[in-house]
């Protein structure tokens, strides 16, 4: 708590309003037991509370793939557990449809209670959450799961409607871990007029 608290407290001095987190690498295959969840929601209520009274800013976790939070199981029992004042969430649009979960489905169940959305695509097969979760030692510069906005399987129009329609504001991040088939500065090319002409979003 204090490691994430002073990182926290460094953050503000950039003007930054929020924390976001990752929940440490997964520890076996059948997923995060009982025991580890509710040990992992009592530390982000305590952060959270922290720097929410301490430093006046949001604290948000990170369902991401390879981490104790990854599933939609782990993921609703942290937030079930803990308080939506104290403890936000940011989504990973990208990790969240390779855990097998459907990114608007969450996005909907958890409305403002996101605090900020990676954007990433993934395989158009993948759509709405896939059914073969990648392990770790998936090679991403060869069998990449991750592609720029636009070639894939999430709906982000959809999405991107669903937050203008609650009046969402927050960060929105755009994200490509690997560009394995043609330049990074393509992928983000692609990715970019995607935005404009599409989502009509300003960059």
């Known amino acids: 708590v204090d490691n994430h608290f002073n990182m926290t407290r460094f953050s503000r001095r950039f003007g930054c309003d929020h924390q976001k987190t990752n929940t440490g690498p997964r520890k076996q295959p059948g997923g995060t037991p009982l025991a580890d969840l509710k040990e992992i929601a ?3 209520e305590l952060l959270g509370q922290r720097i929410r009274e301490e430093l006046g800013m949001k604290f948000g976790v990170h369902a991401h793939l390879g981490s104790q939070i990854q599933n939609e199981q782990e993921t609703m029992f942290l937030m079930e557990n803990t308080k939506p004042e104290n403890v936000q969430f940011v989504l990973d649009t990208g990790h969240i449809t390779m855990a097998g979960m ?8 958890l409305g403002n209670r996101v605090i900020e959305y990676h954007f990433k695509d993934t395989k158009r097969e993948d759509r709405g959450g896939t059914k073969n979760v990648p392990k770790p030692d ?11 906005m636009g070639e ?3 709906d982000f129009p959809a999405i991107v409607a669903y937050l203008k329609s609650i009046n969402w504001r927050g960060h929105l991040n755009v994200e490509l871990d ?3 088939w043609r330049p990074p500065k393509e992928s983000a090319r692609i990715t970019a007029n995607y935005i404009r002409n599409t989502l009509k979003l300003e960059l």
């Open 152 to 154: 894939g399987g999430v």
């Open 178 to 180: 690997t560009s394995p």
């Open 138 to 148: 998936r090679d991403m510069m060869n069998d990449p799961y991750f592609y720029p």
């Open 42 to 44: 009592k530390t982000c």
């Open 102 to 109: 459907d990114p608007l489905a969450l996005a909907k169940k």
